[in-house]
């Protein structure tokens, strides 16, 4: 491959790269539309949510990897970067990360398979080693 052929995969590839921040930053823009429009409902969830991510009889860091392979096998681009970030604040690692895709993959099929990517992108964007 030459050199002009490569830097224009590099571009293609950039230009075609989907930003996980940007999702995340998507799904804070739902949480803030929703706080606006139903206060009490989204009072209650995030108690939920609290109280569901929490330590109990499963880590933090079991359920984090749970909500990561859900959100591949559910395809949801925003609950992916959502969960890894998540992930980096828990010092997860990616290689932990890869690992619970691979069950997701397993038991959801090759279609989940794709959103490995998205995952990938989103340890380098938040900083998953």
């Known amino acids: 491959m030459g050199k002009e052929e490569g830097k224009m995969k590099n571009k293609i590839k950039e230009e075609s790269k989907i930003s996980m921040r940007g999702m995340y930053h998507e799904l804070n823009s739902a949480y803030e539309l929703m706080s606006k429009s139903a206060p009490e409902y989204m009072k209650s969830f995030m108690e939920y949510f609290v109280d569901t991510e929490k330590t109990g009889i499963l880590p933090e860091k079991t359920k984090v990897l749970i909500s990561i392979a859900i959100a591949v096998t559910s395809k949801c681009l925003p609950c992916i ?11 997860i690692s990616k290689q932990e990360i890869l690992e619970a895709c691979q ?12 959103y490995i990517k ?3 992108d989103a340890c380098e964007e938040f900083g998953v080693e």
């Open 81 to 91: 970067a959502f969960h890894v970030s998540n992930a980096a604040e828990i010092d």
């Open 103 to 114: 069950v997701a993959v397993f038991m959801s099929g090759s279609p989940s398979f794709v």
């Open 118 to 120: 998205y995952v990938n």
